[in-house]
Nanobody
Framework: QVQLVESGGGLVQPGGSLRLSCAAS????????LGWVRQTPGKGFEWISD????????YYADSVKGRFTISRDTAKNILYLQMNSLRSEDTAVYYC??????WGQGTQVTVSS
């Protein structure tokens, strides 16, 4: 069955960096478009980024463009989200997703001094 397991969250100071990982299994990793979504108590769910199948294209929300980078390692079946120049408003639970059908359990990112 499809499994998505996120890791890499934590507490970081404003301006810092984190790299989230999503270990994937149960489907054709390279041939599947994947993405990241985050949830905050005040704003609800926010789409962050997508990477298309075969890595043909990547897309980003305006709120993270230029600061976050999505990528994948097809040898390890891991999806990444490199997050730089983090801000307090990036505090959220981050989910690895396949469309709206499959979600990981989420990983908490807290940006605070």
């Amino acid at each position: 069955q499809v499994q998505l397991v996120e890791s890499g969250g934590g507490l970081v100071q404003p301006g810092g960096s984190l790299r989230l990982s999503c270990a994937a299994s149960g489907f054709s990793f390279r041939k599947t478009g994947l993405g990241w979504v985050r949830q905050t108590p005040g704003k609800g769910f926010e789409w962050i980024s997508d990477i298309t199948s075969d890595d043909e294209a990547t897309y980003y929300a305006d709120s993270v463009k230029g600061r976050f980078t999505i990528s994948r390692d097809t040898a390890k079946n891991i999806l990444y989200l490199q997050m730089n120049s983090l801000r307090s408003e990036d505090t959220a639970v981050y989910y690895c997703v396949i469309g709206l059908n499959y979600w990981g359990q989420g990983t908490q990112v807290t940006v605070s001094s």
